[in-house]
């Protein structure tokens, strides 16, 4: 103890200084960095890949025992394995365009997402389900899609390639903070108006993200955020009773069958679970165990290390996004990248959250993992187009992203 001491006459040396939080996070993103975004490019396509070889696995446990007759259980894992394959396509269809080239088709294909999400109440278009307006079934392909995932994408890239253009106007009301929350203000009442209340704050959430990483005035972040989405919310809680439900259900005033039985499954498992295929909650009185409600599942069938396996792979997802994002040099591939990648793991964890408890209940698949559709193939495209932003970043002029 006598080393810290400070006696007379004597200069004490400098102890080192307490890291801040900013501090530490500008540490941890300088050793997240890459020289090449390549090489943290191909785990995250690992990452992916796994997540889909589980996905698969678990689709195939759950129709195990749904379908009863074998040529229905075979028909649903061969159109699970071909939605997957399908999803590969399109991500190295993504890979192989990147954000780059995306950039001069901007405006149309912000339109085109716009007409989708109307097309959503247009007879002909429209595939209502469960009382929402959320899906548009494809003429002559009897396919449907969600326009709002689309959207998501969209409207990420559309507002990176904004705060590019625009760089120290980006700061002005009438040029730049002006169009943006404009922008942002009708597509979140399109999807909100669907209904889909928890699509429209997720949507808003990666969008302000990306623009508020792109350049965005604290200050025209903060009161754009609350203009934007306190009134929407406000609305939505006192004009829709189902919203007002679930709120209740969270704060445990009121008890939801659904709720209790995913809580249930995720400890019926225990530390290793009852094992592929012998799941019984899901034929017992709990819906939608293969998509949004996947997460019991595996809670279920592969217990808690399979919890952990799967928070494990969310986790890693997003650090190998971070250390994509933080090297590539173009900056706005890098935003896309960031925006792109954002909203994949924002969807994987608010579908852990809602699962276990700890976020109203709100219908959100896990990505890669729940039963094959839109929020599959537009992740994978998401997935795809980050990771070929990563391939065309050493033809790009250096330039930096400055987080706030």
């Known amino acids: 103890m006598a080393r810290f001491r400070k006696r007379k006459g004597e200069v004490q040396p400098n102890l080192e200084r307490q890291l801040g939080l900013f501090e530490r996070l500008e540490g941890l993103a300088k050793r997240a960095e890459a020289p090449d975004p390549r090489q943290p490019a191909t785990k995250l396509l690992c990452v992916v890949m796994a ?61 085109a997402s716009a007409f989708m999400l109307i097309a959503c109440w247009i007879p002909g278009l429209e595939d ?5 307006h959320r899906w548009i079934e494809l003429p002559f392909v009897g396919i449907s899609v969600q326009p709002s995932e689309i959207a998501r994408l969209v409207l990420v890239i559309w507002v ?53 990483v792109g350049g ?11 203009a934007i989405g306190l009134p929407f919310i406000a609305l939505a809680v006192t004009s829709k009773d189902y919203i007002q439900r679930r709120l209740d259900v969270f704060f445990g005033t009121v008890k939801n069958e659904q709720v ?28 939608y165990q293969d998509s949004d409600y996947i997460f019991a599942l595996i809670g ?8 952990v396996l799967c928070a494990g792979l969310a986790l890693a997802f997003l650090w190998f996004s971070l250390r994509i994002v933080l090297s590539i040099r173009d900056r706005y591939q890098a935003l896309a990248a960031f925006g792109l990648l954002l909203g994949v793991g924002v969807q994987a964890m608010i579908h852990m959250q809602v699962v276990t408890g700890l976020a109203p209940p709100k219908g959100m698949t896990l990505p890669f993992m729940s039963d094959g559709g839109t929020s599959l193939l537009v992740s994978s495209l998401a997935v795809g187009l980050a990771l070929g932003a990563a391939r065309q970043q050493g033809r790009e002029a250096p330039s930096a992203i400055h987080p706030h």
């Open 128 to 132: 209502p389900q469960n009382g929402s």
């Open 216 to 226: 965005a005035s604290k200050t025209h972040f903060a009161w754009s955020a609350a």
């Open 51 to 111: 997540m889909m070889g589980l996905g698969l696995l678990l689709q195939a446990s759950h129709a195990a025992t749904v379908f009863s007759d074998t040529a229905l259980f075979r028909e649903e894992v061969l159109e699970q394995s071909l939605y997957r394959v399908i999803a590969l396509g399109v991500l190295l269809v993504g890979y192989r365009i990147g954000p780059q080239r995306l950039q001069p088709i901007l405006p149309f294909l912000v339109l």
């Open 260 to 287: 209790e039985s995913s809580i249930e499954a995720l400890g019926s498992g225990e530390l290793f679970g009852v094992g592929l295929g012998h799941g019984q909650w899901r034929t017992n009185a709990m819906p």
């Open 160 to 212: 990176a390639d904004r705060c590019v253009r625009l760089g120290e106007r980006l700061h002005e009301f009438k040029r730049g903070v002006l169009p943006i929350m404009l922008m942002a203000s009708f597509f979140v009442a399109l999807i909100g108006a669907e209904t889909d209340l928890g699509g429209a704050l997720v949507f808003l959430a990666v969008f302000s993200s990306t623009w508020f």
């Open 300 to 307: 279920e069938e592969l217990g808690f290390m399979g919890m």
